[in-house]
């Protein structure tokens, strides 16, 4: 997959469908020469690099005028040398210098690929999976070691980036800017797609025409965000969900990070991705080293849909690891929006008992559990049962909850603590602070300083010790506020930079450690909602709360823009009650069913409050899904409608063998005498005879039929647009079940 012509030093990665191609430049940098659908092995692509005689730049060659840097197309640009955008790159000495220039060493390929020291990374079962060309750069005036690391996948139409610096020299130095990729592409008539919003509306689908300057996404927070997500996408203006060039930059990182595209003012395009330059510096001492998070690039000539299929198949499969990444995933009920902190044992058994009766498979206990937590102002910190609310303890209703027949998961907030709580009084200096400063809080909450081991060491302890007394098979591990005043008291001044990176290594730190003790633990992560809800997350907790906002017409478009970069194995999703708690929208309970069944599904009320008709509705729904989960979780997902778009949002899941699939068409508002609508599918096989299901509706055709002419949107009884509607509800949506004809269903996936 890595293949290397030694005679003008060009390396080609290619797994037959994407190419990425880099060569050495006669002054020893790297260069950048192509990304995207595969070309011909045997090129000779010297053509590619473009250069002109421009003014008002500076050369690094004397005499010779096609010499900067500015104008060449770079690898892995650095500050100081005469590339005047923005570089990958920047370090700064002791004596106050921040000039670099890395020349190229050697390479070496390997079958397979490394993981990433303390870092999530994507991974192969089989060293045949893919191949990683690495390729060491030297800045020798300052024995500075970069290592460029890139991995194709055989599999999947991705590559795999991450840098490695080594300080080989006498003197310590610092990395000011270190970002983990960098491209330059050849011509900038792009549009970014990035995925932006706050809380309770995350990952909104934003297009943003290139032009000349910069356009960039970024976190300061020290988390990923709500605000915005660490990815971009870059498409061509014809590009559509189905066809043209997309483009896909992932970072696999949960603290701040920086995605940028640049337009020089000649229309060269520089995407870059990475940890957050804001708040960074990294000191690298003689002998040390420093490795990027890692970033994936992805291509798909097959429009967005292409791209998000990529990062799904990798991210399921690749990314997401351990007990839990091929199984199906429990149908759980959560207690939050139906109690908030308000409940003892017998509610929470009560809760229960009727989410068995619906064949619930599991209860998750949340917020205010432990300590003297009776709202958001104490407790944090002390992950010791409340015995007022609990008399039995954790362990006693876990035991009660599996005598039930059903999984007991439990929600703790591990990075955060209230002042009011023993923990805090015993310990004041284990959060993030300023010693003599204030401190901001968020929710009532202070960050507890995770770059420090003591300090992680400390809650593990704790969560360990339940872990371990008591069956839990799930927790929610939740992370309410974003970090203000970094700061931890246990550096020196220099090192202070390293703060915000360090925090979220002990949060991959406490992850890693209750998953070696508990290697069967599910982990879903949540930071109220949807405000870490990265890749970095997905390497140890295969799924996340999507957002706090529950409303079905609202999480269309969070789960539309989510499923950009994520798989739905991934995307925590419940049916909550109505009125709806974030929006006080009444929506069917049918609705709410089919929005959340492209997810992790579950329920988030309290069953004992609703209607006969509608448990019945819950104990189908609890059915469909457990029939249909491994289809949802594995098949190939389609956004057919954008409900950023216009009035409707359709979805398909379909079986990569084409023998099955889901499409999911919600209307937000009601209409009156509307157009005829059909939906073309994707997915299908052309030449199967497949059964439509709809709400009332049922009838056959062939694959090509229902790609080329489509799914019709009608009731054929009442004549009214979508099926079974009747035509007049608001917020209506109907599932169709499409499988082959003569198959059973249940065997084909
Ligand atoms: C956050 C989460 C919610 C819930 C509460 C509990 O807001 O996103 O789901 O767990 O915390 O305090």
């Not at 990070?257 to 020089?264: C, R």
């Not at 599904?601 to 029939?627: C, H, I, M």
């Amino acid at each position: 997959m890595v293949t290397v012509n030694e005679k003008d030093m060009v390396f080609h990665l290619s797994n037959g469908r994407i190419s990425y191609l880099l060569y050495v430049m006669e002054s020893g940098a790297l260069g950048h020469l192509y990304f995207g659908k595969a070309l011909n092995p045997n090129g000779n692509y010297s053509h590619m690099v473009e250069k002109a005689h421009r003014p008002m730049t500076t050369y690094i060659k004397e005499g010779d005028l096609y010499t900067s840097y500015e104008h060449l197309r770079q690898e892995y640009p650095c500050y100081g040398t005469s590339d005047y955008r923005y570089p990958a790159l920047e370090i700064q000495g002791g004596d106050g210098s921040r000039i670099c220039n890395i020349q190229y060493q050697g390479y070496e390929i390997r079958n397979g690929k490394q993981a990433l020291p303390g870092l999530p990374a994507t991974y192969v079962e089989d060293e045949n999976e893919a191949q990683t060309l690495q390729i060491t750069l030297k800045d020798t005036w300052r024995n500075l070691e970069v290592v460029l690391s890139y991995s194709i996948f055989r599999d999947v139409d991705a590559v795999a980036r991450s840098v490695r610096f080594v300080n080989l020299g006498e003197e310590t130095f610092f990395l000011n800017r270190a970002m983990s990729m960098s491209v330059d592409f050849a011509d900038a008539d792009y549009e970014s797609v990035q995925l932006s919003g706050a809380w309770s509306r995350e990952r909104a689908v934003k297009v943003r025409e290139l032009d000349a300057g910069v356009t960039a996404v970024s976190s300061t927070r020290g988390n990923s965000s709500h605000h915005h997500n660490p990815f971009l996408a870059l498409k061509r203006k014809h590009t559509t969900e189905q066809s043209g060039d997309a483009y896909g930059f992932s970072l696999i990182y949960s603290g701040n990070f920086l995605a940028q595209a640049e337009v020089d003012n000649h229309s060269v395009l520089r995407v870059m991705l990475g940890i957050n330059p804001f708040g960074f510096q990294w000191k690298l001492m003689p002998q040390e080293s420093f490795v990027t998070p890692e970033a994936v690039m992805v291509y798909s000539p097959d429009g967005l849909n292409g791209m998000s299929r990529q990062f799904h198949r990798l991210y399921r499969r690749r990314l997401a690891r351990g007990f839990w990444r091929d199984r199906e995933r429990p149908v759980l009920i959560n207690n939050w929006e139906a109690t908030l902190f308000d409940y003892v044992e017998e509610d929470l058994l009560r809760f229960a008992e009727k989410a068995k009766e619906c064949g619930i498979e599991m209860f998750v206990l949340d917020d205010g559990w432990f300590g003297s937590r009776c709202n958001d102002k104490s407790g944090l910190g002390d992950w010791k049962a409340n015995r007022t609310k609990l008399p039995e303890g954790i362990k006693g209703l876990s035991e009660n909850i599996e005598a039930l027949g059903m999984k007991f998961g439990l929600w703790f907030e591990p990075e955060m603590v209230n002042k009011d709580s023993d923990f805090f009084r015993a310990h004041p200096d284990y959060i993030l602070q300023t010693p003599g400063r204030s401190q901001s809080h968020g929710r009532n909450q202070f960050v507890l300083d995770f770059s420090r081991k003591e300090v992680v060491d400390a809650i593990y302890e704790q969560m360990y010790v339940i872990l371990r007394d008591a069956k839990i098979s799930y927790i929610k591990w939740d992370m309410n506020r974003s970090i203000s005043e970094c700061y931890s008291a246990a550096y020196p001044p220099d090192r202070q930079g390293e703060i915000f990176h360090r925090y979220i290594l002990g949060v991959y730190d406490l992850h890693e450690r209750l998953l070696r003790a508990f290697p069967e633990l599910l982990i879903e992560s949540c930071a109220s909602g949807g405000g870490r809800f990265d890749a970095g997350m997905l390497y140890y907790a295969p799924q996340g709360w999507t957002s706090d906002d529950s409303d079905a017409i609202e999480r269309l478009k969070i789960q539309y823009g989510t499923s950009f970069c994520y798989p739905l194995s991934c995307m925590g999703a419940h049916v909550s009650a109505c009125p709806n708690g974030q929006v006080g929208r009444v929506t069917p309970i049918e609705t709410r069913g089919n929005v959340a069944y492209t997810g992790a599904f579950g329920y988030e009320l309290d069953l004992n409050g609703l209607s006969d008709a509608e448990l019945e509705t819950v104990k189908e729904q609890v059915a469909f899904y457990k029939k249909n989960r491994r289809l949802i979780a594995t098949g190939d997902f389609y956004r057919l409608l954008s409900p950023f778009e216009g009035n409707f949002a359709a979805w398909e899941i379909a079986a990569p063998d084409g023998t099955r699939a889901l499409v999911t068409v919600t209307r937000m508002l009601s209409e009156a005498n509307g157009p005829y609508r059909r939906l073309p599918l994707r997915g299908l096989y052309a030449e199967k005879e497949y059964h439509i299901q709809g709400r009332y509706n049922a009838y056959d055709a062939y694959g090509d039929e229902l790609m080329q002419y489509g799914l019709i949107l009608e009731d054929k009884s009442s004549g009214q647009i979508i099926d079974g509607s009747g035509g007049c509800e608001d917020f209506l949506s109907v599932l169709y079940e499409i499988t082959e004809k003569q198959r059973d269903a249940g065997s084909v996936i």
